[in-house]
T-cell receptor, first 113, second 114 residues
Framework: GESVGLHLPTLSVQEGDNSIINCAYS??????FIWYKQESGKGPQFIIDIRSNMDKRQGQRVTVLLNKTVKHLSLQIAATQPGDSAVYFC????????????FGTGTKLQVIP | DAMVIQNPRYQVTQFGKPVTLSCSQTLNHNVMYWYQQKSSQAPKLLFHYYDKDFNNEADTPDNFQSRRPNTSFCFLDIRSPGLGDAAMYLC?????????????FGPGTRLLVL
């Protein structure tokens, strides 16, 4: 059957608190970054993206921060809800290489009611 | 609603028996991808099509093949599935040329190999 997977880093957060999920990317040439949310048994769902000419971008309840100096990306979720429980993946891409992105390891977010 | 559709959602096959997974899209996107995702791991790109232009990842085994007969459909063929091929297979699309490097994923097909 399927090989045993790695243990995902897990973040446990109380409902209503803010969550911060971190990601270190590897390629200095990457200029496009995306956060995906993947619920159990479903495909990844786009949350928010950011390009390298920005260091912050906000969406509805979510904020992405980009620090190119240290190649670090974070996703902040305000007022975390039980429906936010999922695995979150960051992905990096290069607009010169058009379509391809590379996914990071993933972080499992558990929201405690 | 425009979407990425994968059939079947669950597929059981026997060791060594060829299997085909299908993906269709109503987004009219010019790029389609196949990913393999194993438990608690990130999706791993197998190959992608830019229109009819096929792009294979260097480490994708020869056991995996793909076909894209038209814009809407893409197939993943596993010629001789092994136990190690049991995984979730994700199809995604994107629209190159717009701002849209964003990839939109289907719900996945979970493959079991007996």
């Amino acid at each position: 059957g399927e090989s045993v997977g790695l243990h995902l880093p897990t973040l446990s957060v109380q409902e209503g608190d803010n969550s911060i999920i971190n990601c270190a990317y590897s390629n200095s040439a990457s200029d496009y970054f995306i956060w995906y949310k993947q619920e159990s048994g479903k495909g990844p769902q786009f949350i928010i993206d950011i390009r390298s000419n920005m260091d912050k971008r906000q969406g509805q309840r979510v904020t992405v921060l980009l620090n190119k100096t240290v190649k670090h990306l974070s996703l902040q979720i305000a007022a975390t809800q039980p429906g936010d429980s999922a695995v979150y993946f960051c992905a990096e891409g290069n607009s010169g290489g058009y379509q391809k992105v590379t996914f990071g390891t993933g972080t499992k977010l558990q929201v405690i009611p | 609603d425009a979407m990425v559709i994968q059939n079947p959602r669950y597929q059981v096959t026997q060791f060594g028996k060829p299997v085909t997974l299908s993906c269709s899209q109503t987004l009219n996107h010019n790029v389609m991808y196949w990913y393999q995702q194993k438990s608690s791991q990130a999706p791993k790109l197998l190959f992608h099509y830019y229109d009819k232009d096929f792009n294979n990842e260097a480490d994708t085994p020869d056991n995996f093949q793909s076909r894209r007969p038209n814009t809407s459909f893409c197939f993943l063929d596993i010629r001789s599935p092994g136990l190690g091929d049991a995984a979730m297979y994700l199809c995604a699309t994107s629209s190159y040329g717009d701002r849209g490097e964003t990839q939109y994923f289907g719900p996945g097909t979970r493959l079991l190999v007996l």
